[in-house]
Structure formats: structure tokens, C-alpha cells
């Protein structure tokens, strides 16, 4: 069923980044840093600016106090921030529970530690994923050290509920277990109840101060920054002074000039994500409505994040239909199966580019179903 038409360039789903370049403001920002002279070393754990600011967001969005100095981290990008939290975590033999499907490299950065990471899949019950508890109580073993779960979820769509975060942080608790929450996607959510904007709850709204809670984050999916690799860390700060610690001996810090573009964006891209936000609902309605109609198909809807996870009725190989559908139609998605622990069975989307290349590719996607 090869395409014969003019244009049988590959529909790209497959990426986790939206198609948006990165706003002129924050990349006028990162020139405007160089010319200062913010090309030079800066502290391990970041600009001492930077992290002020970080410590302002969480207290405005989550009413959350930090210290900036002593639990806040600055890294190069979101995934050295698992890196080396995971690292300050977990020694070669330990366990780590990892929520799935979930994006690969927190189970594949466990394994690098040479530790083993022990993936529970999150059920589908009544269209929406939720969390098996008992699975997690079977999972604990003495060599547990670390739970790891993402909200929003990438590739779910899922967030976790208040309840959810309570129980797991009790969990965690009552097991002396580090609770380490990836919120890359917290700020792209769609809620029924509150304006676009606004973010999904923290992990760290819930915590006190002693608890052994880490948030991982990224400037890259709110604000289209995914190739200036720039992510923090908020920690108990013993894990993050340990953190900033082995910061030196991976990348010693994340490059100057992108951490001063990064206070820009922080403190001007409030407009800027409400129009991305809502583009991408549209965009989610549209692929929700236009494979809700496509027989054999289960369409979770996503409550946050930016990718679809379609169950395929009968679907066994998703990695063989993954690969026959690029084959055949030039458009590029997701195998569930790389999800882990319950993605068989099930394909991701992106849905964070143009409206004419969605509806393409699901034109495509459609006909190759039936």
C-alpha cells in the first residue's frame, strides 16, 4: 500500500517535542547573555539567580518554599537531571520501582547504575490509567530504594490526582523509600476546572522538608527549549548537595548563557505557554475525535502532556506494526512496547505539531487500520 503522491515525505509522530521553534524572546535572551559575558563557569549546582528564580515559581504556582541555595540544582537538560539523581539514589544491586509505561530512560539510568528496575504497569480502568498499589506492595523487596513515577505522563497523557500523590508519598514513607516525581510536562495540562496555564500539582506541595522527595524538571516542553538541554533538580537537601557535587564530574554545569535565557523565559513566557497550550488542546481534540471513530481502537484521553496512547484491539507486535506502518505510509510513531512494562498492545502520537500534519498522517494511519 505504498503511497504514490508527490509529497511521501515521513509524518514524524514519533518525536517528543513539539515542532515549535524555541520563542525569539528566550533566544534574544541567550544572545543578549553572551554579549554580557555569561560564557564562563558558573556553580555547580547553577546560577545563584536562577535558582532564586526556580524558588520564586514553585512558591507562586505551588505555594511551595524552597531554599535556592541548599534544594534547588540546575542541570544540562531534563535526563542529567534523572542521571545524576538517580545516581546520588541508588547503589550497584539496589531496586528501583518504576511506574510504566514511562519514557525508557529512568529504568535504562537505573540499569546504567547497575541497579534493577523493577517495572509495575499502571492499569486501565473506565477509560483513565490509575496506580496498582497492591502490585507496588508486591514489588518492595529489601533492596528497594527508590520509586519512580512521571505526571504527566509521557507516553500516558495520565496525571497523577492529589490522592495519588498522598498515597504514593505515604507509600514511600512507611517503606523508607525515595520518591523521585519526573514533572517535565506540569505545565501542559488540560483541566476541566481551571484555566489553561494552569500547573499540574507538585509532588513538593505535599512533602515536608525531611522527606526523601525529588522532582525532576526541563525548560524543554514548556517552553520549546528541548535542544539548550537545561533542567534542575529539587531535592531534601542532602541529595542535593550530593547532586551538585557529582554535577562536576559529568558536564560541571549547565552552559551559562542558556541558564540566563532560561530567567527570561521564566519570567515572560506566561503568554507565550497559554497560546502553545492551546493550540495543543486543539490538537488533542482533534486526534482524540478523529481515532475515536477508527473501529477496534481504545483512546484514553490524555489529561496532560502532548502524545496519545491508542490501544489496538488484537495488536501483539506493536514494534512490527510500528515498523510496516513507516513502510507503507511514511508516518512515524511510537511502539508502545518501548514503554515498558504494560505498553504492548498500544502505539504513541505526538500530537505537538501542525494541524495539517495531523490530520495527514491520521488520514494515513486511518486506511492502513482498514
Known amino acids: 500500500m505504498q503511497l504514490d503522491r508527490p509529497d511521501n515525505r515521513v509524518l514524524r509522530l514519533y518525536f517528543g517535542e513539539s ?13 543578549r547573555a553572551m554579549d554580557e559575558g555569561f560564557t564562563f563557569y558558573s556553580e555547580n549546582a547553577g546560577l545563584p539567580s536562577l535558582r532564586r ?50 519514557w525508557p530512560n529512568g529504568s535504562a539510568i537505573v540499569q546504567m547504575c547497575g541497579g534493577r528496575a523493577v517495572e509495575v504497569a499502571q492499569p486501565l480502568s473506565g477509560g483513565r490509567y490509575a496506580i ?35 498515597r504514593l508519598l505515604e507509600f ?14 506540569e505545565r501542559l495540562s ?24 525529588i522532582a525532576v524538571q526541563s525548560f524543554s516542553k514548556t517552553y520549546c527549549m528541548t535542544g539548550w538541554r537545561l ?29 540566563r535565557a532560561a530567567e527570561t523565559a521564566l519570567a515572560e513566557g506566561e503568554p507565550t505557554i497559554i497560546e502553545i497550550l492551546t493550540q495543543l488542546k486543539k490538537n488533542r481534540d482533534y486526534c482524540s475525535e478523529a481515532l475515536a471513530k477508527i473501529p477496534g481502537l481504545t483512546v484514553p484521553q490524555p489529561e ?9 484491539e488484537g495488536l501483539k ?31 504513541r502520537l505526538c500530537y505537538a505539531s501542525d494541524l495539517s500534519i495531523l490530520a495527514e498522517a491520521l488520514d494515513r494511519f486511518t486506511r492502513f487500520l482498514r
Open 304 to 312: 496532560g502532556a502532548f502524545y496519545l496512547f491508542p490501544r489496538i
Open 132 to 166: 496498582d498499589f497492591d502490585a507496588l506492595e508486591v514489588a518492595v523487596t529489601p533492596r528497594t530504594r527508590l520509586l519512580l513515577y512521571t505526571s504527566p505522563s509521557n507516553p500516558l497523557g495520565w496525571v497523577a490526582t492529589e490522592a495519588d500523590q498522598r
Open 19 to 31: 515542532n515549535l521553534p524555541t520563542p525569539p524572546f528566550i533566544k534574544q535572551a541567550a544572545q
Open 172 to 185: 514511600t514513607r512507611r517503606h523508607g523509600l525515595w520518591l523521585m516525581a519526573d514533572e517535565v510536562y
Open 231 to 259: 533542567g534542575w533538580i529539587v531535592a531534601r537537601q542532602d541529595l542535593a548537595r550530593r547532586a551538585a557535587e557529582l554535577n562536576e564530574f559529568i558536564i560541571s554545569h549547565a552552559a551559562s548563557f542558556t541558564q
Open 53 to 102: 528564580m526556580l524558588a520564586s515559581y514553585y512558591l507562586k504556582m505551588h505555594g511551595t518554599l524552597l531554599d535556592p541555595q541548599k534544594e534547588i540544582v540546575v542541570t544540562a537538560s531534563g535526563v542529567q537531571a534523572l542521571n545524576v539523581a538517580i545516581r546520588c539514589v541508588l547503589d550497584p544491586g539496589d531496586e528501583a520501582i518504576v511506574l510504566t509505561p514511562a
Open 190 to 213: 488540560y483541566p476541566d476546572d481551571a484555566p489553561l496555564g494552569t500547573p499540574v500539582p507538585s509532588i513538593l506541595r505535599y512533602a515536608t522538608r525531611e522527606d526523601a522527595v
Open 317 to 347: 507486535d506493536s514494534f512490527g506494526f510500528c515498523r510496516k506502518l513507516l513502510e507503507e505510509t511514511r508516518v512515524g510513531i511510537a511502539p508502545g512496547v518501548a514503554f515498558g512494562a504494560g505498553g504492548e498492545g498500544s502505539v
